[in-house]
């Protein structure tokens, strides 16, 4: 088996769609977590990250008295003329629960209890994915949502990394195996990003660079680190689709693009004994930059679709 092959076996299991579903279901059972545990009198609000939208949809929870919890969602009035609720979407949001708190055009609500919040964060993340069309969590303002997001990161028996910036000489660790690789990566990458990073179904660490997503996945042997990103998704045609990528290729510096099934990939490989947080740093620069660059470019001339449109950007 050559190093191609290798790389592929590893990842030739990979979904984005059951990521994403994985994603959504892990950030809702966090959410429960988190309302289960709010103050009288508190309140947490997530919204989609903005862009140029002054009006992004939201879902506010507050809490009341005896563990009660209601949940206000964007009506017409509040959202933007572009992100403005259709009878459709409204008549979704009715039949997951959600009852408006005045006129039509207000906001929407919904209630739940402490005892039992999974009901309503499920209901607020049907909402934000499926009427108001954020596509992943990875599009919600992290600094809000940093203990949602992602569970808490493994502990590293090497203990902090926040000396982990480059250094001279260079600070390196000496992993000792795939777990300890593993809450380095986590604990770099939420060091870098200055939140933490998601985390998948298959247990990849990942994070939004622009229209694409970027996975880090440790080696079973913990001697290597693979940064990856799927740039194109159903691509037609094989044969055109192998010869685009072979001539991209050739011109390539460092990274490879792959075609797997209908998906094209880009991904960097790092020895990871010893393990150099700084050359992590890089090959997530030089993996987020290539794929965000390069997807729209790709999908058009492969006719296929980038992880996210340009409209999402603008959530």
Known sequence: MNDD?????????????????????????????VLSVMDEGASLSIGSLGGDDVHPPFVTFTCGEQGRLRARAAGRDSLAPARTLDDGQLATMAALGWTATGPPGTDLACEGSQEEPLPLAADAVAALRTVYGVEHP??????????????????????????????????????????????LLAATLQRDLGHPPLRDSEG???????????????????????????????????????????????EARYVRF??????????????????????????????????????????????????????????
Do not use: C
């Open 5 to 33: 092959d290798a790389w592929i076996s590893d990842v030739a299991d990979f979904d984005l769609e059951r990521s994403t579903d994985a994603a959504w279901a892990g950030f809702a059972e966090r959410l429960a977590e």
């Open 258 to 315: 792959l075609l797997i099934r209908d998906r094209v990939y880009v991904s960097l490989s790092l020895f990871a004994q010893p393990f150099v947080p700084a050359h992590l740093a890089k090959a997530v620069g030089m993996i987020s930059v290539i794929g965000d660059r390069i997807d729209e470019e790709l999908a058009a001339k492969l006719r296929g679709r980038t992880t996210f449109s340009d409209e999402d950007d603008d959530l």
């Open 138 to 183: 990875a599009f919600l303002a992290p600094d809000q949502l940093a203990e949602i997001l992602t569970p808490a990161t493994r502990e590293s028996p090497t203990g902090p990394i926040e000396d982990a910036a480059p250094a001279d000489p260079p600070v390196v660790y000496q992993p000792r195996d795939r777990d300890e690789l593993d809450a």
């Open 204 to 250: 990849d660490l990942a994070f939004r660079a622009g229209s694409t997503m970027v996975f880090v996945r440790p080696s079973p042997d913990a001697e290597e680190v693979i940064v990856f990103a799927p740039v194109v998704h159903d691509v037609e045609g094989r044969s055109r689709a192998m010869e685009v990528i072979s001539d991209i290729n050739t």
